[in-house]
């Protein structure tokens, strides 16, 4: 029953009222069959009104149960559930690399590579789920969130079964997010883009040992990050990873990214950051508190063997910083950073190492999807096909890329004992890679790489030379 409808029968039931007042009981023309006609209206009118009154509160009841009844979609195929009053959302989300690799290189490398104690079997051929994540995220009382990501997939086994994020986030202030728990601490552009959207298999050496000094995944950390239009800010304080032994003391880091977005056009943007994280108590890489360690595999972890390695080395602290660029004109991309490492040692009469890496790779979406920013993560998104496949129909996306990476982990290796010097190894990498992506839900990566690594044996012998080829796919399903 409508207001107005309300208003019309109370104005009806004023008058039947006030007409049967006893100035108008007294009025000569009125009889007693008039008075109990208008009594029987009035009585009618208030049982209506009664009527109205209980199927108005049934109506609220209806719509307010409606409001806190949960609510539940599949947008992109990621389950999500909302109660009616939006005060919790969670949505499931998920994602499974299966990747496979053929490495080509002869007897000769392949002994060469047992000399400089990384593998004695040489490179592994073979499959490996890299990936195999399940979790949720969302949000509770509106302005609080969360998220819970577990990992079983892994090269090796050093990060399999174990938490790659847990943490609990206030987002009251418009644009900033203050994090607690275990967190994949942002640092570096290659390393903020989610492994659901990198170009390549694997992320650039440059950042992988970027992130090893007190980011990456599952760091203990609580900081906070905000963004506005155009500007990215994040800061961190970090400690170890989720699982590590606690033998001794746990590692201290600062950890600090910062980004600048410009958009000199429609359809393009343009990606100025700077990354550092400074360990002032460093622990590097799962080592002894008071070691700092550089490290990685060659773009690709089939194999669990690492070539380039500086091996542990005793530190007071240590940091590293660099540039982010990236720019996007449509389908087209390019994208580079540069890291420099240093260390600064505990003994006096070493002198205090440095490194360096950088990466540089271009993408070009063949079908002319348009490259996607995301100011909240100051990082590029996947590709989603414009033209999902069908048999008969769509092509889905395709995407061509290409990179080059280069890292130097030399120190005055030609003096390995006597100077201090370290023989971690020069590692130069070409990729050029095909990625499919038939549906928003799934892609398929095929890359050729080519890999040349010069470095001393152990006990400072003679540099060794290798160089090999290798094919690499990926299966990949997320939401």
Known sequence: MTLRKILLASTALGAAALLASPAFAGSAAASQGEIDALKAQVEALTQRLDDIAIQSGNDIKEIKEKQDAVQIDFKDGKPTFRTGDGLFTMSIRGRAHL???????????????????????????????????????????????????????????????????????????????????????????????????????????????????????????????????????????????????????EGSNVVARTA???????????????SGTYAMDPAANGGTAGQVRFRDRPELRVDPSRIIDTGAIAADSAYVVGPELAGNIGPVKLQGEYYYYSIDRTSATLPDPDFNSWYLQASWTLTGEEYKYSMEEA????????????LGGGLGAWELAARYSQTDMNFNETSVSAAGGIAGGEQDIITVGLNWYPINNVRMMFEYLDVSVDKRATGGAAVQSIDYDAIATRLQFAF
């Open 379 to 390: 990082a590029y998104k996947g590709v989603k096909p414009s033209s999902p496949f069908t």
């Open 260 to 274: 600048y977005r410009i958009k000199p056009m429609e359809k393009s943007n343009i990606h100025l950051g700077l």
């Open 99 to 249: 990747d496979s690799a053929a490495y080509n290189l002869d007897a000769s490398d392949t002994a060469k590579l047992a000399t400089l104690g990384s593998s004695t079997t040489g490179l592994n051929s073979g499959f490996n789920f890299r990936r195999a994540e399940l979790g949720a995220e969302g949000t509770f009382m509106r302005d609080w969130g969360y998220k819970m990501n577990f990992q079983w997939g892994d090269s090796g086994n050093e990060k399999a079964s174990t938490i790659k994020d847990l943490y609990v986030s206030y987002n009251g202030i418009k644009g900033v997010s203050i994090m607690a728990g275990a967190i994949q601490t942002f640092m570096t552009l290659d390393d903020s883009t989610s492994s659901n959207d990198i170009t390549f298999i694997e992320r650039a050496s440059a950042a992988n040992l970027a992130t090893s000094l007190g980011a990456g995944d599952g760091r203990m950390s609580f900081g906070a990050r905000g963004n506005t239009e155009n500007f990215y800010g994040s800061l961190f304080y970090t400690a170890e990873t989720v699982g590590q032994a606690n033998t001794s003391n």
